[in-house]
């Protein structure tokens, strides 16, 4: 069974750090764009970073450069989000996905690829 698990949403104070995890079982991400993403309550869902296939460099959303760092560890089938410096605009709930390329910046933004799993979500809050 092909599942994503994300784990390590919580309650945190402004500039404070969390580090979410995204543990895949049924596949692997080798082959696959690795995107996090969050939707705030009342909001659309937004794209927060994508690790590329063919070269692993990852883009970030210009709200969180600098402070969201993305990183995997292949023998664990594990992708991480390292959120530092965090603000109550961060609150969100977070999902990985795993998505097929091609992958490319689309004018201001960029598409991660025809996401084709995804996790069910953390939720990050961030208080003021």
């Known amino acids: 069974e092909v599942q994503l698990v994300e784990s390590g949403g919580g309650l945190v104070q402004a500039g404070g750090s969390l580090r979410l995890s995204c543990a895949a079982s049924g596949f692997t991400f080798d082959d696959y764009t690795i995107g996090w993403f969050r939707q705030a309550p009342g909001k659309e869902r937004e794209g927060v970073s994508c690790?590329?296939?063919?070269?692993?460099?990852?883009y970030y959303t210009d709200s969180v450069k600098g402070r969201f760092t993305a990183s995997s560890d292949n023998a664990r089938n594990t992708v991480y989000l390292q959120m530092n410096s965090l603000k109550p605009e961060d609150t969100a709930v977070y999902y990985c996905?795993?998505?097929?390329?091609?992958?490319?910046?689309?004018?201001?933004?960029?598409?991660?690829?025809?996401?084709?799993?995804w996790g069910k979500g953390t939720l990050v809050t961030v208080s003021s």
């Open positions: 690790t590329s296939t063919s070269d692993g460099s990852t």
């Open positions: 996905a795993a998505g097929i390329p091609p992958d490319y910046y689309s004018g201001s933004s960029y598409y991660c690829g025809g996401m084709h799993y």
